[in-house]
């Protein structure tokens, strides 16, 4: 065992103070017991949770002690150089490697034979080494799991991956300690029952440090008073370069991959003296090494990036932060402040870069957040059957369990507790012969029962499902690659399939000319003259419930006189202007809009409850609307509301509005006012991948997304008229309810509404709220130049009103 003082002796070495945590988290795993660390970005958490097995450490003979798991791959590089570092500083003899989907063939052949003492990996990743029977005796020695930024896998189906792979290996190793490291988060006791599991108790260790964390907003020269979404934020470019001259080092966050590759390209230009890079998911890994190790060792300026780049990555050079846009919710943006000052004791700053005006408010409310420290807490997913059926067939792979043994070791997961005998049946028929309606197939006839034990016997379909395990989150992929040879990285195939030979777009920091399409590849050229960007799926996050409440709380102070900051000063003649032609909302308050046009007639509702909510709600409110009299309705929505159109809305007093935006009935009444069965067909494309009813194909062979659409679709059509009792089917609707359009946060605006003051206002115009979401209908109507134009227009009539 290593001498305590080694550590000490370290930390002094490099003038760091052992903070309490520090201290208390490594008693505790020398105590032998399981918990969470949960502490401020950039206050030692990797050291609390790595200085408890680094103490145990005795040779480089012993089997694997500790599995690290961390979110993102792109993570996984530094992480394993951080704890080496670390375990060498200590003299503590241990290999620490990486398994991701980067890891070379090489590389993953010498790890199964011997896997290092650390091994740093996805929760994919880990998985799919569980699928291995011949790694199960090296399992057996192994001391720890520590799972890294657990707050970012907690509410995902990566999530619920990890609970059951943590409970496979506590039935290989019985002694087996769990920790967790997370930062910014609500419901942290929460967060740990669900990593330990049922049954198993743990610590809570938390550092409450005094983190200065200093947060500016850039303030634009003109603030408009009509607002509107689309924008990059690129007016306020010279200020931003003018902020990265002023530090030695510099992480830009934006909110979307599109975004990062316009602010690259338009910082690359602006700053061309400068060397800066760019850094998310969809780039190759060389090029994402290149990005952090140039922010290491000083040789980039910035970096612009995506979330990719806002988790544990420890890059002590970075003098500042900036967030390009809102950041739609606090914990996001705390824990993107703590990129800079990455140390204890430092101070983190963040310049925010409103990207519209609104957003202003939404970073003055944030800071307001910050001052009360409420930060969003985020809730486990439980009984999502296509990660048990992906895991059973999984656990088949290695032959060794039977179906009860199985059982035991879901149900001591956070997730699967609950699961009922019928809800388990059905998963075992499911994938031993496809369920009621597809016994005929044999592809779906995974799993074999031999001698009692659940068994894969088919070479083919065991290939198949280890290339299947990494798809819980991958979108539809397509690889862009130069014809001369190199990988730059992967766009999702729909954006490719708009574009035809000779186009060109920005992609990976460059401007690249389409040379021809092959085999899931499209071969690029350097240069050419496009603007456009990949977009990709999931771009638009919805306002998070801490931030919108926040919001409310600032626009009902300013209502009542008070400007609490700069931000709120500034905002000040655009607030008036939708004080005098409306009203502010506040907390207690529903604002409704009434305005007739040319179009019709238009309804505002401002419920602050997220897009996602907005959706339901606007789908939920137009269909009751209609059986008081029948119209066909257009809408759109925002995070703060929605608008809905018609070319005569029926009589409205308040009794009508509250029954309109009433809870009672709402099981039955959301999914007939959405089409909910198209959607949820939608969303059973996911579920269908990860329980292993499509396959992708083979490297070289990949099917199209419009085949895996065709293949989904059908599945779903026939699932839903043979086999009415198929739960996938079932949980495809629970999913589209649940975190499409966030039904526990549209219910809580609905039960608010309730109990609000209803504010109905008839405006002669459109308000400075009303007006965006105008624009956006108007933008999904009309081409870019069209549009747009017709939006410009009509600021210029609003305003010329408001002077």
Not at 219 to 244: C, N, T, Y
Not at 732 to 760: F, P
Request: aromatic residues 6%; hydrophobic residues 45%.
């Amino acid at each position: 065992m290593s001498d305590p003082k080694r550590i000490e002796r370290w930390f002094a070495a490099n003038k760091w103070r052992i903070a309490d945590f520090q201290r208390e988290a490594w008693a505790a795993y020398a105590a032998g017991e399981s918990g969470l660390i949960h502490a401020p970005t950039g206050t030692g958490k990797t050291l609390a949770a790595w200085g408890g097995p680094l103490l145990e450490g005795v040779s480089a003979d012993e089997p694997i002690r500790v599995v690290w798991v961390t979110p993102m791959r792109a993570l996984a590089a530094d992480t394993t150089a951080n704890l080496q570092a670390a375990a060498d500083a200590l003299g503590v003899p241990w290999r620490i490697e990486r398994r991701t989907g980067d890891t070379t063939a090489a590389q993953r052949a010498k790890q199964r034979k011997r896997l290092p003492q650390c091994l740093v990996t996805t929760p994919e990743s880990l998985s799919l080494l569980l699928s291995y029977a011949d790694l199960i005796p090296q399992w057996r020695g192994l001391k720890a799991v520590i799972v890294d930024e657990w707050h970012e896998l907690l509410a995902t189906k990566r999530g619920v991956q990890t609970e059951l792979a943590i409970s496979r290996l506590r039935a290989l190793a019985p002694t087996l300690r769990v920790w967790g490291v997370s930062a910014t988060l609500g419901n942290v006791d929460e967060a740990m029952t669900t990593l330990l599991g049922p049954g198993h108790r743990g610590r809570v260790i938390g550092a409450d440090l005094p983190k200065t964390l200093n947060v500016r907003t850039l303030i634009p020269d003109k603030v408009e008073r009509f607002p509107w979404s689309g924008h990059m934020g690129l007016e306020l470019l010279p200020q931003v370069v003018q902020a990265l001259h002023a530090k030695r080092s510099t992480l830009v966050f934006t909110n979307t991959r599109a975004q990062a590759e316009r602010w690259h390209d338009a910082l690359s230009m602006a700053a061309h003296e400068l060397p800066i890079a760019l850094h998310h998911g969809s780039l190759d890994s060389t090029l994402r090494a290149a990005a952090e190790q140039g922010l290491r060792d000083g040789s980039l300026r910035a970096v612009v990036a995506t979330s990719s780049l806002d988790l544990g990555v420890d890059f002590s050079p970075v003098d500042q932060v900036i967030q390009i846009g809102g950041p739609k919710g606090i914990a996001r943006l705390v824990q993107r402040a703590g990129r800079s000052g990455h140390q204890p004791g430092a101070a983190s700053e963040i310049l925010c870069v409103p990207a519209n005006a609104l957003e202003l408010a939404e970073f003055a409310a944030a800071r307001l957040a910050l001052e009360h420290r409420r930060i969003e807490s985020r809730r486990p997913i439980r009984l999502a059957l296509d990660v048990l059926a992906q895991h059973v067939v999984t656990l088949a792979l290695t032959g060794v369990l039977r179906a009860d043994d199985m059982l035991q070791e879901v149900r001591r997961t956070h997730a699967y507790a609950e699961l009922s005998e019928r809800e388990w049946q059905w998963v075992l028929d499911f994938v031993q012969r496809g369920g009621a309606s597809l016994t005929a197939y044999p592809q779906y006839r995974k799993v074999v029962e031999r001698e009692g034990l659940l068994r894969v016997e088919d070479a083919t379909l065991a290939r198949r499902h280890r290339m299947s395990v990494g798809t819980i989150t991958a979108d539809s992929m397509m690889r862009v690659a130069f014809l001369s040879g190199g990988n730059i990285g992967q766009v999702e195939e729909s954006f490719i399939a708009r574009l035809s030979v000779g186009d060109s777009f920005l992609f990976g920091g460059r401007k690249l000319t389409l040379s021809k399409v092959e085999d899931m590849t499209a071969f690029v050229k350097a240069g050419g003259k496009g603007q456009t960007t990949p977009r990709y799926a999931g771009g638009k996050m919805p306002l998070s419930s801490a931030l919108a409440d926040s919001l409310l709380e600032l626009f009902g102070r300013i209502a009542d006189g008070e400007l609490p900051n700069e931000e709120a000063r500034v905002l000040k003649p655009l607030l008036d202007v939708q004080a005098e032609w409306s009203a502010l909302p506040r907390p207690g308050l529903l604002l409704i809009e009434r305005r007739k046009s040319r179009e019709g007639e238009h309804l505002f509702v401002f419920p602050f409850a997220g897009r996602h909510a907005h959706e339901g709600l606007s789908a939920l409110m137009a269909w009751r609307l209609a059986r008081i009299k029948p119209t066909t309705f257009t809408f759109s929505v925002n995070d703060y509301g929605f608008e809905l159109l018609a070319r005569e809305l029926p009589p409205l007093d308040e009794a009508a509005f509250r029954a309109a935006l009433s809870p009672q009935n709402l099981e039955t009444d959301l999914p007939l006012s959405l089409n909910a069965a198209e959607m949820a067909k939608r969303r059973f494309r996911e579920i269908a991948r990860v329980a292993g009813l499509v396959f992708e194909g083979f490297p070289g062979n990949n099917k199209s997304v419009k085949q895996v659409q065709v293949s989904s679709g059908l599945l779903f059509d026939v699932l839903s008229k043979y086999d009415a009792d198929n739960l996938l089917t079932r949980q495809a609707l629970s999913e589209v309810l649940e975190h499409q359009l966030d039904y526990q946060r549209l219910k809580l605006a609905l039960e608010r509404a309730q109990s609000a003051t209803l504010l109905l206002r008839h405006t002669p115009r459109f308000s400075p709220l009303a007006f965006p979401l105008w624009a956006e209908r108007i933008s999904q109507q009309l081409s870019s130049e069209d549009w747009r134009d017709r939006v410009q227009r009509m600021v210029a009539t609003l305003e010329k009103a408001a002077n």
